[in-house]
Nanobody
């Protein structure tokens, strides 16, 4: 059983930065993982994804601003968010699956079997 715990959310002003962390226990180290966000009244959307081959995918809205990375020694997935905008305000979730997916699928929430509880990011103008 994979358990995920996100941290690092908070409140920042536009233009600021945050780094989210997702610590995964019980994860075998292979498969796919990603970051998603959901704003009130909106559907969950894929932000960034990575597979165990190191391939990554980003939503157009965050390209050039967000970076996804992982530290295998710590079983932790990161989302580095720079140049934050008010429209980035949402609850952010990490998702994991032990299935390896190509990058074309990494922003599809349906592929993920395990989810964290979420961490809130609020960006003020």
């Amino acid at each position: 059983e994979v358990q995920l715990v996100e941290s690092g959310g908070g409140s920042v002003q536009a233009g600021g930065s945050l780094r989210l962390s997702c610590e995964a226990s019980g994860y075998p180290g292979t498969g796919s993982m990603g970051w998603f966000r959901q704003a009130p009244g909106k559907e969950r959307e894929g932000v960034a994804g990575m597979n165990s081959g190191g391939f990554t995918a980003f939503a157009d809205s965050v390209k050039g601003r967000f970076t996804i990375s992982k530290d295998n020694s710590k079983n932790t997935l990161y989302l580095e968010m720079n140049s934050l905008k008010p429209e980035d305000t949402a609850m952010y979730y990490c998702g994991f699956t032990t299935t390896f997916f190509l990058k074309s699928r990494l922003l599809d929430a349906r592929i993920f079997d395990y989810w964290g509880q979420g961490t809130q990011v609020t960006v003020s103008s």
